[in-house]
């Protein structure tokens, strides 16, 4: 299959259509540069192809989005320059500056703070152009590097997982999803397809800086057996979407996920186009169907394979979490955190349910009598406890809770949740995960080393010391008996302890013992006022004292 047609592919499985208002982050790299030709590509042999005959009108064209991060000086000049190339391929552009505060960035946290800067410049440019999709360049050696670097971080599955191929993000202007339509492909595959188009494009100089931690794992990479240096560069077969790559892995992977939904050959005859500068590659295509054979596969293809293997069983494990988080997340001011409505977490377990085994008329009607009574019980004895000094109405507790600290990042949490007995343990690793994640706002997972020390804190179902870890602090509600916990983020979790020293009293027994303790405070602190001045008042008597016997010493 082409390299035209395996995008076209990558674009139907990530669910895109020619109406989407797309926008490409360029950086005039030969892997946006090849992305953004394509999609160009694409808009227009769909409305030549399928809008012409529905008579349909199609949106406008590419939007290219440049961002000049201003860490180079010739960094604007190349970005109008890229500007230019795109308006040369039909696009629509605007260059993004990003601004800096004064003071230089350190070193280490150079790249960090650009990407993120990017990020939020493209996001913010699409909201304010319309955009719904938003399309990345990263690549199937990406996806290998960042699988290695996640796993030097130790993390889990979910973070080894690693980039999905469409994601969705909110901002202000509301859902933009990110597609990463050339998960399928390597960089050798888009460099090949740049120079058979002749589209010169920019390499830059901060790539091969081995003082940062991804270019030292890209730089070993490279030492490697490559998929371009066995298969002749754009001839290897990789599955379009979902990060998958050459059909040797998909082999072993033993499934047929992100394949085209039609037949290669009849994609082949409707894409099939001749490339500036080439011929037809089908033969070489069809003939390039295996990477393995007998020289093996490259290191990053067994990469790549764990990585789709880790993002199988994430996703199965993400299932499973949302279910556990549905009820172990009583309050929360992170929308990622699922939750339980507020009438499911009152009403509880419906008391009146059918019994498993089979039973007559008589005795169903007996187990309903015993049923309808035992509620009766429970609401009686319920009623009983809501008079007590004593009780306490978790309910409405979490309700002022939650209102305090909604200035705050945080979660509120049911420890029995997520205890061994009911949850198994990479489930509820998992869901650990997601709620520091949320809480701190990091972009990334937190370690395992911290979620699996969070999971044996909460082992017997309740809490008892402090946890920090992962961005977060956690720690056990007042009154809780260890079983109600609440996650702040660490840098603000003095922010959150002074909001819930506000609140009122839990209840009239805790109002009662606050009272007793601020008496018996100010009792301690009058009766050492107290003791102080009689302190005082003897040392006088003494100086006084030793003053008039020194004098009678004199006189005589």
């Avoid at 674009?11 to 797309?22: A, E, H, I, K």
């Avoid at 394979?305 to 993002?311: A, K, P």
């Avoid at 009122?504 to 107290?530: L, M």
């Amino acid at each position: 299959m082409t390299t035209l047609a395996r995008y076209v592919a990558a674009l139907r499985n990530c669910g895109l259509r020619s109406s989407d208002r797309v926008a490409v982050a360029l950086s005039g790299g030969p892997d946006s540069l090849a992305l953004a030709s394509m999609t160009v590509w694409w808009q227009g042999f769909v409305r030549n192809q399928v809008l012409r005959r529905d008579r349909l009108r199609s949106q406008q064209t590419p939007l290219a989005l440049i961002v000049d991060h201003k860490l180079r000086p010739e960094s604007t000049e190349e970005a109008h320059a890229v500007a230019a190339q795109a308006e040369g391929l039909g696009m629509q552009t605007r260059v993004l500056a990003l601004g800096w505060p004064p003071g230089e960035v350190a070193q280490g946290d150079r790249m960090v703070a650009a990407r993120e800067a990017r990020y939020a410049a493209l996001l913010r440019a699409c909201g304010e152009m319309g955009r719904t999709h938003l399309l990345l360049a990263h690549h199937a050696d990406d996806q290998a590097e960042t699988f290695l670097l996640r796993l030097l971080h130790a993390s889990g599955v979910v973070g080894l997982a690693c980039m999905p191929a469409v994601a969705e993000k909110r901002t202000e202007f509301g859902r933009i999803k990110v597609v990463r339509p050339l998960l399928g492909f390597h960089k050798a595959e888009l460099e090949a397809y740049c120079q058979r188009s002749r589209l010169p494009y920019i390499v830059d100089p901060t790539n091969s800086e081995l003082s940062y931690h991804r270019n030292r794992i890209r730089h070993v990479l490279r030492q490697m057996p490559s998929l371009a240096d066995r298969s002749g560069g754009d001839n290897a077969t990789g599955s379009s979407g979902g990060g998958s790559s050459s059909g040797g892995s998909e082999r072993l992977a033993g499934t047929g996920a992100g394949r085209p939904a039609a037949p290669a050959t009849i994609w082949q005859e409707e894409i099939e186009v001749p490339e500036r500068g080439s011929g037809s590659s089908s033969s070489s295509d069809s003939s390039g169907t295996g990477t393995g054979g007998s020289d093996g596969q490259s290191i990053v293809e067994d990469l790549l394979l764990l990585q789709r293997r880790c993002q199988a069983a994430g996703q199965r494990q993400q299932m499973l979490s949302d279910q556990v988080l549905q009820w172990a997340v009583l309050r929360t001011s992170c929308p990622d955190l699922p939750t339980r409505p507020r009438e499911e977490q009152q009403a509880g377990q419906p008391l009146l349910v059918r019994p498993g085994r089979e039973m007559s008329e008589a005795q169903l009607e007996a187990w309903r009598r015993r049923q309808q009574r035992r509620q009766a019980e429970s609401a009686v004895r319920h009623a009983w406890r809501s008079q007590q000094p004593w009780f306490i109405d978790w309910d409405a507790r979490l309700t002022l809770v939650a209102r305090a600290l909604r200035s705050v990042p945080f979660a509120l949490l049911s420890a029995p949740c997520f205890f061994e007995g009911q949850v198994q343990e990479q489930v509820a690793l998992g869901a650990l995960g997601r709620v520091l994640q949320a809480v701190s706002g990091r972009k990334y997972p937190p370690p395992l080393v911290h979620t699996t020390r969070l999971r044996q804190m909460l082992l017997d179902g309740r809490m008892e010391a402090v946890f920090t870890g992962g961005g977060c602090l956690v720690r056990r509600l007042p009154r809780s008996k260890g079983r109600n916990l609440l996650c702040t983020p660490h840098d603000q979790h003095l922010r959150a302890e002074e909001l819930l020293a506000r609140l009122p009293p839990i209840n009239e027994y805790e109002a009662a013992r606050q009272q007793k303790k601020r008496e018996a405070a100010a009792a301690a602190k009058a009766a050492a006022k107290a003791a102080a001045a009689t302190e005082a008042e003897a040392r006088t008597l003494v100086q006084e004292e030793e003053e008039g016997g020194s004098e009678a010493l004199q006189n005589s």
